[in-house]
Nanobody
């Protein structure tokens, strides 16, 4: 399995931007799908965005046009650029690496958007 460590969360006003980073302990070029998920208080964890090893991206409808996921296989990093943030984006954001054999999660980073 791969260990994942998120960073970049914080407090931002509505309409602002944040960039999250996910550092992997192993080469991510071999991990088919990397993604970001989030969990708000009292809610289930939900998909935010995923990116395949080939660069194909997928986004939740709620973040399309505002968020962008990317991966740097050479640096073993995955990023989530979040623009035009809304209070409803407030959640703990988790990085995920998924293969046919495992699904690894980071510890999460808090994102709080004030109105």
């Amino acid at each position: 399995q791969v260990q994942l460590v998120e960073s970049g969360g914080g407090l931002v006003q509505a309409g602002g931007s944040l960039s999250l980073s996910c550092a992997a302990s192993a080469r991510i070029f071999s991990i088919p799908v990397m993604g970001w998920y989030r969990q708000a208080p009292g809610k289930q964890r939900e998909l935010v965005a995923t990116i395949t090893s080939g660069g194909i991206t997928n986004y939740a409808d709620s973040v399309k046009g505002r968020f962008a996921i990317s991966r740097d296989n050479a640096k073993n990093m995955v990023y989530l650029q979040m623009n035009s943030l809304k209070p409803e984006d407030t959640a703990v954001y988790y990085c995920n690496g998924k293969s046919a054999y495992y699904s690894s999660w980071g510890q999460g980073t808090q994102v709080t958007v004030s109105s």
